[in-house]
């Protein structure tokens, strides 16, 4: 009953805190894009400012000059000039809508695996501590002493299970020890010990199946928008009839985002899940060895009466 009732707080808390994991950094990532978002405000808004004040008699030199002064060598005004800026936010801002829906998926998707990346490093390190601490006392004879530390611990869980089969044995009546019930007994531990494994190693390995996911689905789902990119090119293409570079390239270039984007999630998704993959083999080997230690040290205690 206690390990239950232990069992379904330590979830409760483990959930509390993906939840909060999520919130601060979906938090920061929406915070982000409004600063993205009201820089790119600011800059057009400067932009219009700039070409409204300019002054009128430039216009009309400009349209006067006519043919011949497409021949003429670019004035000092010309060269001096500042390059209008092509980064990731303008080609985010420029983005179709449905690639710009892809673009926040895959943002969401990343801010996702790093918050299952903090969660499981927080978790796997108290669990790996806390396994540590019951064995050292167990080997030493004296678990007893960890006291409501037991129930903190996988291994110190199995413990327990173990030590109340133990009890229902003795309490039995009986006159001697018959070989067959005390090979039901080990093996009554073994069952009660592997259903107590599994849940911890259950509740170790949440999120796992979306790292998976993220890893094996990301890069598609950035195909998905490069396609649909590249499909808007060649509309550009066929509405302006022409095929120069100048035409292709921001749309091109825009599509591309979008398969960046799909590996940035992706990549990180597929390394965090095949480290905790093997850390999780470890914490099996190292519960299934403990089992047996503590099946044998049953076993043991039975053979000198205690």
Known sequence: ??????????????????????????????????????????????TQTAVQAQPPAAQTAAATQGAPALNTAPTAADVDA????????????????????VMILLVFCSLLTWAVLLEKVFVFGRARRRNARFLKAFRAGQPEQLGDQLEHSAMGRMWQVAQSELR???NLN???????????????????????QE???ARMGTMMGVLATIGATAPFIGLFGT??????????????????????????????????LGLFAAIPAVMIFNKFARDINGFVGALDNFSAEMIASVSRQLDEGR
């Open 227 to 260: 396609v649909w990119g590249i499909l808007n090119s060649f509309a550009s293409i066929a509405t302006l009839k022409s095929a120069s570079l100048a035409v292709v390239a921001p749309g091109i270039a825009e599509a591309l985002l979008a398969t960046a």
């Open 168 to 170: 229902h044995y003795r």
């Open 1 to 46: 009953m206690h390990i239950r009732s232990f069992s379904h707080s330590a979830s409760r808390w483990q959930q509390r805190l993906r939840a909060l994991s999520l919130l601060v950094l979906l938090g920061a990532g929406g915070t982000s894009a409004g600063l993205v978002l009201a820089q790119a405000e600011s800059d057009s808004a400067q």
């Open 82 to 101: 500042p390059h209008t800026s092509f980064g990731v936010k303008e080609m985010y801002l420029q983005a179709d809508p449905l690639v710009k829906s």
């Open 174 to 196: 009986a006159d001697n020890h018959e070989p067959d019930r005390i090979n039901r007994l080990l093996q009554r531990i073994a069952l009660t010990a592997g259903i107590v």
């Open 199 to 201: 849940r911890d190693l």
